[in-house]
Structure formats: structure tokens, C-alpha cells
């Protein structure tokens, strides 16, 4: 039963939405798991739009970081986002780009290690141009390395590209 699926793409290109319903075709009850830490009232509001949109079909889990804690032995689980979930290790190691990822990969592999289907959303950050922040390059390099360990370990890989999906592997 073990799977591991990368669901990749642009700002609102169709991702979340594509995560759930695959998930709901691999499983009646399948568990949500959300990375976002409520930074403002804008933002608030977004992670309140995805609540809505999931029924009482779904087990629902906030964790920022450390997804291994929970156990998800046979089920499908959907884990949105690798993008804020990397944020998470980013800022908590001031930045580090090797410190963060080091413990990203450690989780994902600790957490992966489960008998179960997992459904990772992600963002291809790196799709735009070079930014001028430093910080904002630094988190794109992170960003990206880890799409990409994600990406090695995966069974399956999808693009979303204006709501369509294109396969990948």
C-alpha cells in the first residue's frame, strides 16, 4: 500500500483542489494534515477558505513540523504544504539553509517510513525569476532541494498547470 505522490505546480494552479479529490477517490475517510502557521488576518482567511471546502469525510491535523508523530499506518494522507511545512524549518534555524533541510528530509524520511499513502503538495517556486532578497533566494534553493529529495522518493509526480495534470513520473 505504500505510495508516495507529489502534487507540484504554481500559485493557484490547481493543486489543493486535485490533492483532495484524488485522495477522496483513494479513500472514503482520508486524513488532511495541514503545515500553515497563521501569520496574518489575510492569510487566516485563506486557510479558513481550505477548511471549508473539506467535509466531515476527512480527519483533519494542524502540524507546523513534525509530521512523524502521527501515526497513519493504512490510510491516505494528504499533506498540504511542503512549501509552509519548509517555511516552518526555514525560519526556526534562522535561515540555514543546510540546517533546515537537513531536518526536513529527516522528518519527511521518519514520516514516510509508514505503511500509507501519501499525497504531497507543493510549490515550483523556483519557476519565476532570480529574486533580489537574499532571503527570498536562499528559501527558493531550500525550497527546491527539497521538491526535488521529495520528487526522488516518489512513486508518482503530477504538474498542475492551469487546473490540468500533467505527469511527470
Same mark, same amino acid.
Given at each position: 500500500?505504500?505510495?508516495?505522490?507529489?502534487?507540484?505546480?504554481?500559485?493557484?494552479?490547481?493543486?489543493?483542489?486535485?490533492?483532495? $479529490?484524488?485522495?477522496?477517490?483513494?479513500? $472514503?475517510?482520508?486524513?488532511?494534515?495541514? *503545515?500553515?502557521?497563521?501569520?496574518?488576518? $489575510?492569510?487566516?482567511?485563506?486557510?479558513?477558505?481550505?477548511?471549508?471546502?473539506?467535509?466531515?469525510?476527512?480527519?483533519?491535523?494542524?502540524?507546523?513540523?513534525?509530521?512523524? &508523530?502521527? &501515526?497513519? @499506518?493504512?490510510?491516505?494522507?494528504?499533506?498540504?504544504?511542503?512549501?509552509?511545512?519548509?517555511?516552518?524549518? %526555514?525560519?526556526?534555524?534562522?535561515?540555514?539553509?543546510?540546517?533546515?533541510?537537513? @531536518?526536513?528530509?529527516?522528518?519527511?524520511?521518519? %514520516?514516510?517510513?509508514?505503511?500509507? *499513502?501519501?499525497?504531497?503538495?507543493?510549490? $515550483?517556486?523556483?519557476?519565476?525569476?532570480?529574486?533580489?532578497?537574499?532571503?527570498?533566494?536562499?528559501? *527558493?534553493?531550500?525550497?527546491?532541494?527539497?521538491?526535488?529529495?521529495?520528487?526522488?522518493?516518489?512513486?508518482?509526480? *503530477?504538474?498542475?498547470?492551469?487546473?490540468?495534470?500533467?505527469?511527470?513520473?
Amino acid at each position: 500500500m505504500k505510495q508516495i505522490i507529489l502534487i507540484t505546480g504554481g500559485a493557484r494552479s490547481g493543486k489543493s483542489s486535485y490533492a483532495e $479529490e484524488l485522495a477522496l477517490k483513494l479513500s $472514503e475517510h482520508p486524513i488532511y494534515m495541514a *503545515t500553515a502557521r497563521i501569520w496574518d488576518e $489575510e492569510f487566516r482567511q485563506r486557510v479558513q477558505k481550505h477548511q471549508e471546502r473539506r467535509g466531515p469525510e476527512w480527519t483533519n491535523i494542524e502540524e507546523d513540523k513534525y509530521l512523524s &508523530k502521527y &501515526k497513519v @499506518e493504512g490510510r491516505v494522507v494528504l499533506i498540504d504544504c511542503v512549501t509552509l511545512w519548509c517555511t516552518n524549518f %526555514f525560519f526556526d534555524h534562522q535561515s540555514s539553509v543546510k540546517e533546515a533541510l537537513d @531536518e526536513a528530509k529527516q522528518e519527511f524520511d521518519l %514520516f514516510t517510513k509508514q505503511d500509507a *499513502t501519501f499525497i504531497f503538495v507543493t510549490n $515550483e517556486i523556483g519557476l519565476g525569476g532570480t529574486s533580489e532578497n537574499l532571503i527570498q533566494r536562499k528559501f *527558493t534553493d531550500m525550497q527546491g532541494w527539497m521538491n526535488q529529495y521529495i520528487a526522488s522518493k516518489a512513486d508518482k509526480v *503530477t504538474l498542475m498547470v492551469c487546473g490540468i495534470p500533467v505527469t511527470v513520473k
